[in-house]
């Protein structure tokens, strides 16, 4: 899928970002043997891990603006989310050892929006095997008011027993849904609060 990008004039270029490998790390799944298959490509990528190089993404479709930290990779593939088959749109990459994600998926039913919120945050936390996460404040500009949102983080761990951590948000524009994500052993908390503070939303007529 085609996004526009521009990195950011204050941060200089740094190594490129492993964007081929991450397509569909932190992608909703619908089934456990999928959750496996994306966390054990996320411990592969340890070592394919550029320095931070901000830039401003606009995934094409998605009405966003996010600040990412590497060029992403982008991947759209049919899922099962709340009772119904949506087309889930991911763009990700990894840098400083952590992988960055943004999906969103345009629902038929509206009505479904709270449905699929509450899987994609079940999904989230079970990828890792967490239970609960500690609740963060979540801003995003354009976002349809008082719509449901959240900003989780927790701790879990990798299918070969490795230690992870995660901070993932949840939000909704109309009928679109919307997920930001950074995984990694480590998450740094300045460098995650840019990429989740520069999420924003442009209004649809």
């Not at 931070?52 to 600040?67: I, K, T």
């Not at 943004?102 to 994609?120: H, W």
């Not at 967490?130 to 995003?140: I, R, T, Y």
């Not at 008082?146 to 879990?156: E, H, W, Y």
Request: glycine fraction near 8%.
């Amino acid at each position: 899928m085609p996004l526009a990008s521009r990195r950011s004039p204050a941060t200089p270029a740094g190594a490129p970002a492993c964007t081929a490998a991450v397509a569909l790390a932190s992608a909703p799944v619908g089934r456990p043997a999928a959750a496996l298959a994306c966390l054990v490509l996320l411990a592969a990528l340890h070592a394919c891990s550029p320095a931070l190089d901000w830039r401003e993404v606009r995934p094409d479709g998605s009405g966003a603006l996010v600040l990412m930290p590497c060029k992403p990779a982008s991947h759209a593939r049919r899922v099962e989310l709340g009772g119904a088959e949506v087309t889930w749109t991911l763009h990700a990459c990894q840098a400083m050892g952590m992988t960055w994600g943004f999906g969103f998926a345009a629902l038929d039913d509206p009505t479904r929006v709270d449905a699929v919120l509450r899987e994609l945050r079940r999904s989230a936390l079970s990828n890792i095997g967490a239970s609960d996460g500690e609740a963060l404040p979540l801003k995003v500009d354009g976002a349809t008011p008082d719509s449901p949102r959240a900003r989780l983080a927790s701790r879990g761990r990798l299918p070969d027993g490795r230690a992870v951590q995660q901070q993932v948000a949840f939000f909704v524009e109309g009928a679109r849904v919307y997920q930001a994500s950074v995984v990694g052993s480590v998450v740094l908390a300045e460098e995650a609060q840019t990429f989740f503070d520069s999420l924003s939303l442009r209004r649809r007529p």
